[in-house]
């Protein structure tokens, strides 16, 4: 994926790509919060509680601007009642109570007799923080309150595990009646400050902490406001009262919600499971100055990347295609235009990851903007293809033509370095990802006896992605009036699929070699690669069937999802980052594709899995992967201990997932909504569609699954919209 979990390097320092696994975020339960360029992670009590290596902390632009803030009572912690994300994730709510406190020897407050409420959320910047606190005793309480805070301003890559030679320096705090600023002068000459401010004014303020004191009479409530606004160089946040900036991110987030259609269903888990993933890619959309782009993932990857950013667009591009909109421009506004081999760039590459830290800008790792990604540019093109079938948005396609054309050229010229029809990849910059597929971890690819495969590498998920770009060029260019150059195009994917076929097909294991080594010899590896490459339909129908059959085996289906690679491989490992773990998304693009050759039974089966190992997840949050042992009876699935979440293209999945099952596509260019060969997962009796838009046309779809087979009602149409149903 992103950035490697899994080296092999013996020591930490100077690997950029690792996240070192000294804690994990399975050991207690992580509270997230994110806007824009901000994210919080919190534990239950709603504290940021700092430990040697732990990530928890209030982030901006790639930057730790909060590291502590505890909550005390009377010097103690309070006991935990309850702590929630609201379903839109707005919010984050903790009730606390006070513990038994004793004064000369007897208990003078018992336990329970105040409600401490937390409500957190995040806006421009800024954390928002209101605490209620209710005397519910019969007697007054005189007491205090004590927030303890502190700033490291770590860079995410130190929170990490990333050794640095120098950091810049602290600069002396701040004080008012009412306000603390602390402060940071990086190396990279950027001054960070935290902001905070206190209402009412507390009794005591210090540049760590911030205490007041409280006189209650009994049913008396008070409140206090705290807000922590993060601060580059003279940039002052704009800090608003709690309601205001509570209103302006509810409207913002009302207006992200409106641009969905709705899935409603008779089964309440799966409906939670939808409301979840779809306020996660709420939470992680960001708004860009060339519109939406959904964020890869909390906490490591809270920033614009290539290939997630494409893929989640896709995932949910048939309810939401804004998104993919918001992702191709961006995209077409970063592509690479020069040679740079220090960020892995070529012209017409598209953007594997982009940072704003402090250490990207001294380059002291390379992902400032980072192009060390062989599937970015094909997806891209393929994001362009099916954007403008969904939309019918010409003007957009126009827009970004150049791009298209210069990204099709890099397939062409750079992708297939050594000419011989298939793309390989293979690092320029030494501190550089090894390998620039999806599974990116430095053990990923390898042969059948467990040896490490060496570069120029041709993975062949990558081969389908190509032929799919070359598909959708032909396409586009047709649509463009230009059609030598889409019967070029058409010649390009029809060459690609005939030497696929020829030299990848594996006839002893019923699938397609993981990858090409340099010397072009296979890595006859069971995968889960070889499944995505019925997503681009790259595969001959015969072997496709061979495939999906292959995939639901017990060697790589662990009864939860489709693993990595298979339990029969010598490396595999259920724990492993990308060698036996299961990973939505994946199981997302394999299941549209076994869709796509007609394999309803298995596609129910994947979607099945993965909805039943949903309900496990806390919050019904589909992490980034999770571990791929063997389901056991009467146990869920078991965590990966770094895993992200929310992370956008695992909770996009389920969107991909019910698409697949009901084999829709939406055509803007015909006005038409096709299901072909619909059916419904056992846990679906029934599913509705509502407000899905085509142009300026709507309709509301109802299907009802029966013994042996679905129908489909049209329950609304307004505009100029067909319905067609192939069963």
């Not at 309601?243 to 409603?264: N, T, V, W, Y």
């Not at 919050?619 to 571990?627: G, K, N, V, Y």
């Amino acid at each position: 994926m992103e950035n490697s979990r899994a080296s092999d390097a013996p020591s930490h320092s100077g690997d950029a790509h690792h996240v070192l696994a000294d804690s994990s975020l399975t050991d207690e339960r992580i509270r997230v919060l994110k806007h824009g360029d901000t994210f919080g992670l919190f534990d239950q009590y709603g504290d940021i509680r700092p430990s040697p290596k732990g990530e928890a902390g209030l982030y901006h632009d790639g930057t730790r601007f909060l590291s502590r803030f505890l909550l005390e009572f009377e010097g103690a912690r309070p006991f935990l009642l309850s702590s929630t994300v609201r379903d839109d994730n707005d919010q984050l709510s903790v009730a606390l109570t006070n513990p038994d406190l004793c004064r000369e020897g007897r208990v003078c407050l018992p336990m329970g007799s105040l409600h401490l409420a937390w409500r957190k959320f995040l806006w421009m910047g800024t954390l928002y923080q209101e605490l209620r606190v209710e005397n519910h005793g019969m007697q007054p309480v005189d007491a205090s309150i004590r927030l303890e805070f502190a700033a490291d301003f770590a860079d995410i890559f130190e929170v990490r595990g990333l050794k640095r030679k120098a950091r810049g320096q602290d600069l002396e705090p701040h004080l008012t009646d009412r306000e603390v600023t602390l402060g940071y002068r990086g190396l990279d000459g950027v001054v960070r400050r935290t902001v905070l401010q206190f209402n009412p004014r507390p009794q005591r303020l210090a540049s760590g902490g911030a205490t007041f004191e409280i006189a209650l009479a009994p049913q008396q409530a008070v409140l206090h406001y705290v807000t922590a606004g993060c601060q580059r160089e003279a940039a002052r946040p704009r800090l608003l009262i709690f309601e205001r900036a509570r209103a302006d991110a509810r409207a913002q987030l009302d207006s992200q919600i409106a641009q969905f259609c709705a899935i409603e269903t008779g089964n309440g888990q799966f409906d939670a499971l939808v409301r979840r993933a779809t306020s996660d890619l709420h939470m992680m959309t960001t708004v860009l100055p060339t519109g939406l782009y959904p964020y890869a993932g909390v906490p490591w990857f809270n920033t614009p990347f290539g290939r997630d950013g494409i893929i989640t667009a896709l995932e949910c591009l048939w309810l939401n295609p804004s998104l993919a909109q918001g992702v191709l421009s961006y995209l077409a506004s970063t592509q690479a235009v020069d040679v740079v081999p220090e960020q892995d760039a070529e012209p017409g590459k598209i953007l594997h990851e982009t940072r704003q830290g402090e250490m990207a800008a001294l380059k002291e790792m390379p992902f400032a903007r980072y192009y060390g990604s062989v599937d970015s540019t094909p997806l891209f093109v393929v994001l362009a293809g099916a954007y403008y079938e969904r939309t019918g948005d010409r003007q957009l396609i126009e827009a970004i033509w150049p791009n298209i054309e210069a990204a099709l050229l890099w397939i062409e010229r750079y992708g297939d370095c050594d000419g011989d029809g298939f793309i390989e990849y293979d690092r320029r910059s030494n501190n550089g990802l090894l390998h620039q597929g999806w599974k990116d971890s430095d053990d990923a690819i390898f042969h059948a006896d467990g040896t490490l495969a060496r570069g120029p590498i041709a993975v062949c998920e990558v081969q389908g992605y190509a032929y799919a770009a070359w598909r959708a060029g032909a396409a586009l260019a047709e649509a463009l009036s230009q059609p030598e150059l889409a019967t070029k195009f058409v010649v390009r994917a029809n060459d690609l699929k005939c030497g696929f076929e020829d030299v990848f097909w594996c006839d002893e294991l019923s699938t397609y070699a993981l990858a090409l080594d340099g010397d072009k010899q296979p890595c006859r590896v069971r995968s889960s690669n070889a499944g995505q490459c019925l997503f681009s339909e790259i595969a001959a129908a015969d072997r496709a069937a061979k495939v999906g059959q292959a995939l639901l085996q017990p060697d790589l289906f662990s009864g939860w999802g489709i693993r990595t690679v298979g339990a029969s491989e010598p490396r595999y490992n259920p724990m492993g980052y990308h060698v036996g773990s299961v990973w939505p998304h994946d199981n997302a693009l394999i299941a549209s594709g076994m869709a796509r050759y007609g394999m309803a039974t298995e596609v129910t089966r994947v979607f099945t899995g993965l909805f039943d190992a949903a309900m496990y997840f806390d919050l019904h949050r589909i992490p980034e992967l999770f571990c791929g042992f063997p389901r056991d009876e009467g146990q869920g699935p078991i965590l990966y201990p770094v895993a992200c979440a929310p992370q956008s293209w695992s909770a996009a999945a389920v969107f991909l997932m019910f698409q697949a099952c009901l084999g829709l596509r939406v055509d803007a260019i015909t006005s038409r909504v096709s299901l072909v060969r619909p059916t419904l997962p056992p846990f679906l009796s029934r599913a509705k569609i509502v407000n899905l838009r085509v142009g300026n046309a709507r309709a509301d779809l109802l299907v009802v699954r029966h013994e042996h087979d679905v129908t489909v009602n049209v329950l609304r149409r307004s505009g100029d919209i067909d319905v067609v149903v192939v069963m």
